[in-house]
């Protein structure tokens, strides 16, 4: 049985972005990300969680291999 994945956004068709509004981010989101970014062969992907007072600290930037 084949597992579909599904970017919530690619952005420029560059950077993949996970989005999430959650209390607090997991490992599993990172991973989540990780994996997005291992698939489409992308260097630099962001998540992004929307539950937060400033953006700023909602923002987790994920570098797969070396930019």
Known sequence: ???VFYMDML??????LELKSVEY???VHEVQLVTYLKL???KLGLLLN???DVMKNGIRR???GQL
């Open 1 to 3: 049985m084949n597992k």
């Open 11 to 16: 952005a420029n068709d560059l950077v993949p």
């Open 62 to 64: 994920k570098i797969n």
């Open 25 to 27: 981010l997991l490992p």
């Open 40 to 42: 489409s062969g992308k």
């Open 50 to 52: 929307f539950n937060v």
